[in-house]
């Protein structure tokens, strides 16, 4: 059993939605989902654990095919990382979600959304896990496509145009990575990431190499949303069901950078791609614009999913920052601020879901006077700046800690200017709202307001708590972070 | 197209042929080109001539799209079953080896045969659901 | 010789002529087309170059589709048709879905020429 | 040892849990106010219980947690915060009493938020006083910040939401632009954050590095107010009284001073402060001393005069720690314990003036002497500890002050010291003469005697307080003497 957990993680969740989509009864499929997403993370989870137990890689061999032939399901301490967020994202956001989706999703399509989500979420795991770069592609599709069906799925008219507008670019995005690819391998002639990468090494400075590296890198830039790739993200975020938001803004764009990560730093390899090539100066100088064209952007927005997305486009600057950093510190305080950014954005977004319910819009004028009738929603949210912010006791802080760490070990002292700057306009778009909530009085002719239901509430909670006791408590995600980063680095030097 | 005798005569005509061509590819999908997603393109195109003769609400006489939303995740779950049955089996996911207790080739055939049977359902039947979809919008 | 090398090199690499292409050719329809529909047709032709870059350098010259024979040596690889029948069907679906979204944009705005849909809504 | 460690968890346990109790009170004034009392005393107790082993020479300390590696979460008390947390602790009482009666009297709302905060702002305030590192100095400092602001906005009107943006944009920014990458840069340079008798700053780091390390230290703490960043503090003056007690006397300004001081002589260490690339804080120090002074001579608005008159008086202690001798920061220890004394005071007399007679201005409380003779005998010995006359507690800071300037034959000190003192006697003796010999000029609007029988009850007891402070000073003199013991 335990040895077919990677093929069971990815087949269930398919199977399942192969299920869902048959039934379509709401409350069948989504206990089938929760059940089977709860699966996952235990499945991904167990794996994890076992790969830090015994400090060997998991590989499989699906079909039986052995690699470079076959596709290889490959879980190291990385994957493991990504495969638990992942999971535990996707279970979360099931019970967050399924009141608000009864509400802003037709009745007859709920066994669909169901259906859309199990497939999402099988194709993130499948990038996740597989070691093959094509089948990274299919899973990629997968996941897309079934996204943008969900983002279609938004009650407002504009989230078909936003999902339209994700398709276009989405693909493109998959469809550069995919020639990338291609061109590497006319080269070497196999696909497995592992194989590709020694048989790369003598090739390396070949035009062919470069350009796939290039076409892989600009492609997947589209789908982490890396500014100036980022136009896609807002309109998306904006508009999906607020569950779908959650989900979106906490994995679809994780699992790219994991992506990312696994081509610069196993297949290309540390020694090429970070110390001959020019990525991480155009990644740095596109963080630090991202960080700040995202966080000026969010200051004048009336919408808060679209500041919360603006925003996100940010965080992902700070993400691909401590790549650019180049060092271990740098990082692993990029591999932290992955897991810390979903669970927080994540939790934020699902309060704003809680706000949609009850207010029945997300701008920010129609919020006043939220503050005293939904302390807890409110609250949450006061608590989710915080962290946002980086307030220390909070998971943002160990993030920007480690950032600021391996900015100094380069010598940076303008990046830890910057990042604290930023730190400052955070707090201004997250003040504006507070502001809003709780010292503006509710008009006399507004609804009356209450509380969102218990079920979003309480995990949002949870969510946000852990913000909290990840913030203190980092053996978790900084201890995985850093043995992953050894892996990362140590593989290629 | 009620006017059109030729065209309903000839298509009428072609369509057994059609269908008798995919189930061609489907089968020496073993020996040559072919397999699952080529036959059930042809498949559906025969429905789609079919369609385009006589009229939408005939062909969805014939084939519901009820029937079609039951029939796509059908085919995923006959693939799906093939991987879960290696698993019960002792292999890995989709190891075809393990189907056949005595041949390991005799269980390549038997699973691919299988799995493709399972690809021609889903995608023949998403197919014509794409073409319904499209083509009952507006009415 | 020297002539004869330059048209070497040109029809040699003819396939990838081609794809190159196909690839700007789909990505400058993708950029400066305002109806959907054309763009979702750039879009196919972009990933239509896909297909050539990688069934190209599997076929082998007099080789054969690779069944085991007594008759043939030489046997193109199969690898590159297998993905491509599966890229091809990832296009076919997002080509699918692409069409299914500019239907139901049609419906809600009444246009598919982007420049409609996007400048007549306030995305705030 | 263990039990003392156990105590340090109990300084911060008991406010935080006494917080949670009165906000389960609702709307139960009775209740909440008892929780406030008996925690508040709780408090006191313990703290005194620490302070005869601290004095013995004892370092209690906890167990450290770590954050991240090489980053952890540590309480030690030292001399310096053992004198911080007596002074919180003890004015913690007397403010909950006067609270009581000045939030009753003048009937504001949302009371049980404000005990609240107000609990959870002296929890903050104890992890100042006990943290045994950088980090966790940092941590409390912004949880002070956070937990004062919703006390500031109290009242919810445009003025309070103004003053609020101004206090929390002033500090927050100030903390994470300045005091935040400074926290870290020490943390790389040194390799560590714990508090350490002779600094943890290696020797022979450039001067440039050391003068930036000081400037962000300086402005990075900015409930120290030294100019240009203390707008805040006139900002915060919308607060309701007692916050302003709160935020001048009791917790957050102190927690400036201290942190200044703290980080000069544990983190810098003397010998190095007082080299070349750090002097410069001592003029921007004596700039703001004076400056303030002179813009609290052209205020008419009590509490605003009051504000700019802190600060001035934080930037002597600021001044003080600058000069980096022991006499120094003997006077810096000092004058903090007096300043806490005589301004909340001070303040509490306002606020008394505002409850019985709705004044806030100046130029009406001639002849209000005669009505409310409690209130201005307190606000006089007040005024005379800021002056720094004896016998009260003023005159012991500035005469270490005084004392280190002349040791180092230091004439800008002096000078400033001088004219400041002549600025203060400007500012506060008029409001004194005016309300004693005066006739009254403004009839108030009712008849009206003392204030509410708490709040005269409470600002008689600080004003008891500063007089008894110059008469018994053995305590935080000693602890301000074995602060420097160690470092001599």
Same mark, same amino acid.
């Given at each position: 059993?335990?040895?077919?957990?990677?093929?069971?993680?990815?087949? =269930?969740?398919?199977?399942?939605?192969?299920?869902?989509?048959?039934?379509?009864?709401?409350?069948?499929?989504?206990?089938?989902? $929760?059940?089977?997403?709860?699966?996952?993370?235990?499945?991904?989870?167990?794996?994890?654990?076992?790969?830090?137990?015994?400090?060997?890689?998991?590989?499989?061999?699906?079909?039986?095919?052995?690699?470079?032939?076959?596709?290889?399901?490959?879980?190291?301490?990385?994957?493991?990382?990504?495969?638990? $967020?992942?999971?535990?994202?996707?279970?979360?956001?099931?019970?967050?979600?399924?009141?608000?989706?009864?509400?802003?999703?037709?009745?007859?399509?709920?066994?669909?959304?169901?259906?859309?989500?199990? $497939?999402?979420?099988?194709?993130?795991?499948?990038?996740?896990?597989?070691?093959?770069?094509?089948?990274?592609?299919?899973?990629?599709?997968?996941?897309?496509?079934?996204?943008?069906?969900?983002?279609?799925?938004?009650?407002?008219?504009?989230?078909?145009?936003?999902?339209?507008?994700?398709?276009?670019?989405?693909?493109?995005?998959?469809?550069?990575?995919?020639?990338?690819?291609?061109?590497?391998?006319?080269?070497?002639?196999?696909?497995?990431?592992?194989?590709?990468?020694?048989?790369?090494?003598?090739?390396?400075?070949?035009?062919?190499?470069?350009?796939?590296?290039?076409?892989?890198?600009?492609?997947?830039?589209?789908?982490?949303?890396?500014?100036?790739?980022?136009?896609?993200?807002?309109?998306? !975020?904006?508009?999906?069901?607020?569950?779908?938001?959650?989900?979106?803004?906490?994995?679809?764009?994780?699992?790219?950078?994991?992506?990312?990560?696994?081509?610069? !730093?196993?297949?290309?390899?540390?020694?090429?791609?970070?110390?001959?090539?020019?990525?991480?100066?155009?990644?740095?100088?596109?963080?630090?614009?991202?960080?700040?064209?995202?966080?000026?952007?969010?200051?004048?927005?009336?919408?808060?999913?679209?500041?919360?997305?603006?925003?996100?486009?940010?965080?992902?600057?700070?993400?691909?920052?401590?790549?650019?950093?180049?060092?271990?510190?740098?990082?692993?305080?990029?591999?932290?601020?992955?897991?810390?950014?979903?669970?927080?954005?994540?939790?934020?977004?699902?309060?704003?879901?809680?706000?949609?319910?009850? =207010?029945?819009?997300?701008?920010?004028?129609?919020?006043?006077?939220?503050?005293?009738?939904?302390?807890?929603?409110?609250?949450?949210?006061?608590?989710?700046?915080?962290?946002?912010?980086?307030?220390?006791?909070?998971?943002?802080?160990?993030?920007?800690? !480690?950032?600021?760490?391996?900015?100094?070990?380069?010598?940076?002292?303008?990046?830890?200017?910057?990042?604290?700057?930023?730190?400052?306009? =955070?707090?201004?778009?997250?003040?504006?709202?507070?502001?809003?909530?709780?010292?503006?009085?509710?008009?006399?002719?507004?609804?009356?307001?209450?509380?969102?239901?218990?079920?979003?509430?309480?995990?949002?909670?949870?969510?946000?708590?852990?913000?909290?006791?990840?913030?203190?408590?980092?053996?978790?995600?900084?201890?995985?972070?850093?043995?992953?980063?050894?892996?990362?680095?140590?593989?290629?030097? | 197209?009620?006017?059109?005798?030729?065209?309903? *005569?000839?298509?009428?005509?072609?369509?057994?042929?059609?269908?008798?061509?995919?189930?061609?590819?489907?089968?020496?999908?073993?020996?040559?080109?072919?397999?699952?997603?080529?036959?059930?393109?042809?498949?559906?195109?025969?429905?789609?001539?079919?369609?385009?003769?006589?009229?939408?609400?005939?062909?969805?006489?014939?084939?519901?799209?009820?029937?079609?939303?039951?029939?796509?995740?059908?085919?995923?779950?006959?693939?799906?079953?093939?991987?879960?049955?290696?698993?019960?089996?002792?292999?890995?996911?989709?190891?075809?080896?393990?189907?056949?207790?005595?041949?390991?080739?005799?269980?390549?055939?038997?699973?691919?045969?299988? *799995?493709?049977?399972?690809?021609?359902?889903?995608?023949?039947?998403?197919?014509?659901?794409?073409?319904?979809?499209?083509?009952?919008?507006?009415? | 010789?020297?002539?004869?090398?330059?048209?070497?090199?040109?029809?040699?690499?003819?396939?990838?002529?081609?794809?190159?292409?196909?690839?700007?050719?789909?990505?400058?329809?993708?950029?400066?087309?305002?109806?959907?529909?054309?763009?979702?047709?750039?879009?196919?032709?972009?990933?239509?170059?896909?297909?050539?870059?990688?069934?190209?350098?599997?076929?082998?010259?007099?080789?054969?589709?690779?069944?085991?024979?007594?008759?043939?040596?030489?046997?193109?690889?199969?690898?590159?048709?297998?993905?491509?029948?599966?890229?091809?069907?990832?296009?076919?679906?997002?080509?699918?879905?692409?069409?299914?979204?500019?239907?139901?944009?049609?419906?809600?705005?009444?246009?598919?020429?982007?420049?409609?849909?996007?400048?007549?809504?306030?995305?705030? | 040892?263990?039990?003392?460690?156990?105590?340090?968890?109990?300084?911060?346990?008991?406010?935080?849990?006494?917080?949670?109790?009165?906000?389960?009170?609702?709307? +139960?004034?009775?209740? +909440?106010?008892?929780?406030?009392?008996?925690?508040?005393?709780?408090?006191?107790?313990?703290?005194?219980?620490?302070?005869? &082993?601290?004095?013995?020479?004892?370092?209690?300390?906890?167990?450290?947690?770590?954050?991240?590696?090489?980053?952890?979460?540590?309480?030690?008390?030292?001399?310096?915060?053992?004198?911080?947390?007596?002074?919180?602790?003890?004015?913690?009482?007397?403010?909950?009493?006067?609270?009581?009666?000045?939030? +009753?009297?003048?009937?504001?709302?949302?009371?049980?938020?404000?005990?609240?905060?107000?609990?959870?702002?002296?929890?903050?305030?104890?992890?100042?006083?006990?943290?045994?590192?950088?980090?966790?100095?940092?941590?409390?400092?912004?949880?002070?910040?956070?937990?004062?602001?919703?006390?500031?906005?109290?009242?919810?009107?445009?003025?309070?939401?103004?003053?609020? +943006?101004?206090?929390?944009?002033?500090?927050?920014?100030?903390?994470?632009?300045?005091?935040?990458?400074?926290?870290?840069?020490?943390?790389?340079?040194?390799?560590?954050?714990?508090?350490?008798?002779?600094?943890?700053?290696?020797?022979?780091?450039?001067?440039?590095?050391?003068?930036?390390?000081?400037?962000?230290?300086?402005?990075?703490?900015?409930?120290?107010?030294?100019?240009?960043?203390?707008?805040?503090?006139?900002?915060?003056?919308?607060?309701?009284?007692?916050?302003?007690?709160?935020?001048?006397?009791?917790?957050?300004?102190?927690?400036?001073?201290?942190?200044?001081?703290?980080?000069?002589?544990?983190?810098?260490?003397?010998?190095?402060?007082?080299?070349?690339?750090?002097?410069?804080?001592?003029?921007?120090?004596?700039?703001?001393?004076?400056?303030?002074?002179?813009?609290?001579?052209?205020?008419?608005?009590?509490?605003?005069?009051?504000?700019?008159?802190?600060?001035?008086?934080?930037?002597?202690?600021?001044?003080?720690?600058?000069?980096?001798?022991?006499?120094?920061?003997?006077?810096?220890?000092?004058?903090?314990?007096?300043?806490?004394?005589?301004?909340?005071?001070?303040?509490?007399?306002?606020?008394?003036?505002?409850?019985?007679?709705?004044?806030?201005?100046? &130029?009406?409380?001639?002849?209000?002497?005669?009505?409310?003779?409690?209130?201005?005998?307190?606000?006089?010995?007040?005024?005379?500890?800021?002056?720094?006359?004896?016998?009260?507690?003023?005159?012991?800071?500035?005469?270490?002050?005084?004392?280190?300037?002349?040791?180092?034959?230091?004439?800008?000190?002096?000078?400033?010291?001088?004219?400041?003192?002549?600025?203060?006697?400007?500012?506060?003796?008029?409001?004194?003469?005016?309300?004693?010999?005066?006739?009254?000029?403004?009839?108030?609007?009712?008849?009206?005697?003392?204030?509410?029988?708490?709040?005269?009850?409470?600002?008689?007891?600080?004003?008891?307080?500063?007089?008894?402070?110059?008469?018994?000073?053995?305590?935080?003199?000693?602890?301000?003497?074995?602060?420097?013991?160690?470092?001599?």
């Amino acid at each position: 059993m335990l040895d077919q957990l990677p093929a069971i993680i990815i087949a =269930v969740p398919l199977i399942a939605a192969a299920v869902c989509a048959l039934i379509r009864n709401e409350t069948v499929c989504w206990l089938i989902a $929760l059940v089977v997403a709860f699966a996952s993370f235990v499945g991904s989870a167990t794996m994890l654990g076992q790969v830090q137990k015994y400090g060997e890689d998991i590989s499989y061999k699906l079909g039986g095919w052995a690699p470079p032939v076959g596709i290889e399901y490959k879980v190291d301490l990385l994957a493991g990382y990504v495969l638990v $967020l992942v999971s535990l994202i996707a279970t979360a956001v099931l019970i967050y979600g399924r009141q608000s989706v009864k509400l802003e999703i037709k009745k007859n399509l709920h066994g669909w959304y169901y259906t859309m989500y199990l $497939l999402c979420m099988c194709g993130l795991l499948g990038i996740v896990i597989t070691g093959d770069a094509f089948n990274a592609f299919v899973f990629m599709e997968i996941s897309s496509l079934s996204m943008y069906t969900l983002i279609a799925l938004g009650k407002d008219r504009r989230a078909v145009a936003a999902a339209y507008q994700y398709l276009v670019m989405g693909t493109i995005g998959a469809t550069m990575y995919i020639i990338g690819v291609g061109l590497l391998f006319t080269i070497t002639g196999t696909l497995n990431m592992a194989d590709l990468a020694m048989r790369l090494v003598p090739l390396l400075d070949t035009p062919a190499a470069i350009a796939g590296m290039a076409f892989i890198i600009v492609g997947l830039s589209l789908k982490i949303a890396l500014f100036p790739l980022h136009l896609w993200l807002p309109n998306a !975020y904006a508009f999906a069901p607020s569950a779908v938001t959650s989900f979106l803004a906490a994995t679809a764009t994780k699992v790219s950078i994991y992506l990312l990560m696994r081509y610069l !730093y196993t297949v290309f390899g540390f020694g090429f791609s970070i110390e001959r090539t020019p990525i991480p100066e155009v990644i740095m100088v596109l963080s630090l614009l991202a960080i700040f064209a995202g966080s000026f952007t969010a200051l004048f927005q009336e919408n808060i999913k679209r500041m919360l997305a603006y925003s996100s486009v940010a965080q992902i600057g700070y993400i691909t920052l401590g790549i650019a950093l180049a060092n271990a510190t740098g990082l692993t305080g990029s591999l932290v601020h992955i897991f810390n950014h979903a669970v927080m954005k994540g939790a934020l977004f699902m309060l704003v879901g809680g706000i949609a319910m009850q =207010v029945g819009t997300v701008r920010l004028s129609d919020m006043a006077g939220a503050g005293k009738a939904m302390p807890l929603t409110m609250f949450g949210f006061v608590l989710g700046g915080f962290s946002m912010i980086g307030v220390p006791g909070t998971v943002g802080f160990v993030s920007k800690w !480690y950032l600021a760490m391996g900015a100094l070990e380069n010598g940076w002292w303008w990046i830890v200017a910057l990042l604290m700057l930023s730190s400052l306009l =955070v707090l201004v778009y997250m003040g504006r709202v507070i502001e809003v909530a709780f010292f503006r009085e509710r008009p006399v002719d507004a609804i009356p307001l209450k509380e969102a239901p218990k079920s979003m509430i309480v995990t949002a909670w949870v969510f946000l708590l852990a913000c909290v006791y990840l913030g203190f408590d980092t053996s978790f995600t900084v201890g995985v972070a850093e043995q992953a980063v050894n892996v990362l680095l140590g593989g290629a030097q | 197209m009620r006017g059109h005798l030729i065209l309903r *005569v000839v298509s009428k005509i072609l369509i057994p042929f059609l269908l008798m061509f995919a189930l061609y590819v489907q089968f020496h999908g073993d020996f040559g080109p072919g397999g699952g997603f080529q036959a059930g393109v042809i498949v559906a195109a025969a429905f789609v001539l079919y369609a385009l003769i006589f009229g939408l609400r005939a062909m969805q006489k014939i084939i519901s799209p009820a029937l079609l939303e039951i029939a796509v995740p059908l085919g995923v779950l006959i693939y799906a079953g093939v991987g879960v049955y290696t698993w019960i089996l002792g292999g890995n996911f989709l190891d075809y080896n393990m189907l056949d207790s005595h041949d390991p080739s005799h269980g390549q055939h038997l699973g691919v045969l299988l *799995v493709e049977a399972g690809v021609l359902l889903t995608v023949s039947s998403t197919m014509l659901l794409i073409f319904y979809t499209f083509a009952g919008r507006g009415r | 010789m020297e002539g004869l090398n330059e048209l070497a090199f040109v029809l040699g690499g003819v396939n990838h002529w081609i794809t190159v292409f196909l690839i700007m050719a789909g990505l400058y329809i993708i950029v400066s087309r305002s109806n959907m529909i054309k763009k979702l047709v750039g879009l196919s032709i972009f990933q239509t170059s896909v297909y050539l870059l990688y069934v190209s350098p599997g076929k082998i010259i007099g080789g054969t589709a690779p069944i085991i024979s007594d008759d043939f040596t030489v046997y193109s690889n199969p690898l590159p048709h297998v993905l491509i029948l599966t890229a091809i069907v990832v296009g076919v679906a997002t080509l699918a879905l692409g069409l299914a979204l500019v239907i139901r944009i049609n419906e809600a705005y009444g246009s598919i020429e982007e420049d409609d849909v996007y400048s007549g809504e306030d995305w705030n | 040892m263990t039990d003392l460690s156990l105590f340090i968890v109990a300084a911060m346990l008991i406010p935080a849990v006494g917080a949670g109790l009165i906000a389960s009170s609702g709307s +139960r004034p009775n209740v +909440r106010e008892a929780y406030t009392l008996v925690t508040a005393a709780l408090l006191f107790g313990v703290v005194f219980l620490l302070v005869p &082993s601290v004095l013995q020479g004892a370092r209690p300390a906890t167990e450290g947690f770590d954050l991240l590696p090489g980053l952890s979460i540590q309480f030690v008390i030292e001399p310096l915060g053992m004198i911080f947390a007596m002074i919180a602790s003890t004015l913690w009482i007397v403010n909950s009493i006067y609270s009581i009666g000045y939030m +009753r009297e003048n009937k504001e709302n949302k009371q049980t938020i404000f005990y609240t905060c107000f609990a959870i702002a002296i929890a903050s305030t104890m992890g100042i006083a006990f943290a045994g590192n950088l980090f966790t100095l940092f941590l409390f400092y912004e949880a002070l910040t956070l937990s004062t602001y919703p006390l500031v906005t109290h009242k919810g009107n445009d003025d309070a939401k103004a003053g609020g +943006r101004m206090y929390l944009g002033i500090l927050l920014s100030t903390s994470v632009l300045f005091l935040l990458p400074a926290v870290i840069a020490t943390y790389f340079i040194a390799g560590t954050g714990d508090f350490t008798v002779g600094g943890i700053i290696p020797e022979g780091e450039s001067p440039y590095l050391i003068a930036a390390l000081s400037i962000l230290f300086i402005y990075g703490i900015g409930k120290a107010a030294v100019m240009p960043v203390h707008r805040w503090l006139p900002a915060a003056m919308v607060a309701p009284t007692p916050v302003s007690a709160l935020l001048h006397a009791v917790a957050v300004v102190k927690a400036g001073v201290f942190s200044v001081v703290k980080v000069i002589v544990y983190v810098f260490g003397l010998d190095l402060f007082s080299g070349d690339a750090t002097s410069w804080v001592v003029y921007a120090a004596g700039f703001t001393v004076l400056v303030a002074s002179i813009i609290a001579l052209g205020q008419d608005n009590l509490k605003r005069r009051l504000a700019y008159s802190t600060v001035s008086q934080l930037s002597y202690v600021v001044l003080a720690a600058a000069m980096a001798t022991p006499l120094a920061i003997i006077g810096a220890a000092m004058h903090i314990t007096a300043h806490a004394f005589g301004k909340i005071t001070l303040f509490f007399a306002a606020g008394s003036i505002y409850t019985a007679a709705h004044k806030t201005e100046i &130029s009406q409380l001639n002849g209000i002497g005669k009505r409310m003779p409690f209130t201005m005998a307190a606000f006089t010995i007040g005024a005379l500890s800021m002056i720094g006359v004896p016998p009260t507690a003023g005159f012991l800071g500035k005469w270490y002050i005084l004392s280190a300037a002349m040791e180092l034959k230091d004439w800008f000190v002096l000078f400033v010291i001088f004219v400041s003192t002549l600025l203060n006697t400007g500012y506060f003796v008029p409001i004194i003469y005016r309300a004693f010999f005066k006739a009254e000029n403004v009839p108030p609007a009712h008849e009206h005697g003392e204030a509410p029988w708490p709040v005269v009850l409470a600002l008689s007891l600080t004003a008891l307080g500063t007089l008894a402070l110059f008469i018994f000073p053995e305590v935080p003199l000693a602890l301000a003497k074995a602060l420097v013991g160690q470092i001599l």
